[in-house]
């Protein structure tokens, strides 16, 4: 039994408390919250006992710590925690930077432990598909990516911390565009340059953007064009994929995203409209508690999880890239540092 440690006790926080305390092999020991009372709400759901800074939970004798706090916090105590000899779920982005990024995976580095980085969009059935058709070579070889994501805020939204540039670190793009850009490297492979601007549109909270727009090309000429926008009013996630021989698309989240399906299209040879077949996932999300099942699997020895450390740590750069390239006008290779 694997005993856990959760840092943040928001929305997310509570998720990975729920998801621990029902899964055979772990329990919830602490719970750390800088509002008491909401780390105690967690602890009366999920067991465990409130700790009295993330500092005395990160010094206790745990297995994993689930660091699910505002960006200028995660990689702190990220790094804390491995260097404590604890393996970590680090939400994304894993820090507001890549300076802080590579901290955190340095320390995982040093200490053999496993550092994990929360991108549980993977682990949506619609995803887990396209990715099932893709890598099975079902539409032929990978062509492009577009995917578009976003929402539309809510009033006083430039005034919640996602606003704050030395709590976020970025807007929109580090925010949901970090799901888009992780997804779309991990179908293509890694990128060769990227190009593209971020641009604030309506939100009172500049410097931090509420719209990217970013062309990536990997060095075979793939390429994954990606819009990230607060201003998109209503829910939306979109991710197609097209290959040679036919395309495959995931659409919606649940709930305010809409119903979340797939489509796989297959081209036919003599033109006209494609065959297609559509894949309705209509059960509860179940990506957080796959997410923990694949994080348990790489802490047991048994591979390497999704979105490790160093991916992560890539696409923390590759975000920074597009940074660079909006404010610079022009594509950044990758053998050119992120703008830090």
Excluded at 41 to 64: F, K, M, N, Q, Y
Excluded at 109 to 122: D, F, I, W
């Amino acid at each position: 039994m694997y005993k856990v440690g959760i840092v943040g006790a928001g929305f997310v926080g509570r998720r990975r408390a729920a998801v621990a305390k029902a899964h055979p092999e772990t329990e919830v020991a602490l719970v750390y919250d800088m509002q008491e009372e909401v780390a105690a709400g967690v602890v009366g759901a999920c067991g465990g006992r409130v700790a009295d800074s993330w500092e005395a939970l990160v010094a206790t004798d745990l297995d994993i710590v689930v660091v699910a706090t505002t960006h200028d916090a995660l990689a702190e105590i990220s790094t804390a925690a491995l260097k404590a000899g604890k393996h970590v779920l680090c939400e994304k982005p894993l820090g507001r930077n890549p300076g802080e990024g590579q901290m955190a995976v340095a320390a995982a580095a040093e200490s053999g432990k496993v550092l994990k980085v929360g991108y549980n969009h993977r682990y949506h059935p619609a995803i887990q598909k396209v990715y099932e058709v893709c890598h099975a070579g079902e539409i032929g070889p990978l062509m492009s990516v577009r995917g578009r994501y976003g929402h539309g805020g809510r009033p006083g939204y430039d005034r919640e911390w996602r606003a704050i540039p030395a709590k976020a670190g970025g807007g929109e793009l580090l925010d949901q565009g970090a799901h888009l850009i992780d997804l779309a490297k991990w179908l293509l492979g890694d990128f060769a340059e990227v190009k593209g601007y971020v641009e604030t549109h309506f939100w009172d909270m500049k410097p931090l953007e509420d719209n990217a727009y970013g062309l990536f090309r990997t060095e075979a000429g793939q390429i994954a064009s990606l819009h990230v926008s607060w201003t998109q009013w209503q829910n939306l996630f979109s991710f197609e994929v097209y290959g040679r021989d036919g395309f495959a698309t995931a659409e919606g989240l649940g709930r305010s995203y809409g119903p979340e399906h797939a489509i796989v299209g297959k081209r036919k040879a003599e033109g006209g409209a494609p065959d297609i077949e559509r894949f309705d996932f209509v059960e509860e999300d179940c990506s957080w508690e796959l997410e923990w099942a694949d994080f348990l699997r790489g802490i047991a020895g048994e591979g390497a999880p999704n979105s490790a450390g160093c991916e992560a740590l890539a696409t923390l750069e590759w975000i920074y890239r597009l940074y660079r390239a909006s404010a610079e006008g022009r594509a950044i290779r990758r053998e050119e540092a992120p703008n830090i």
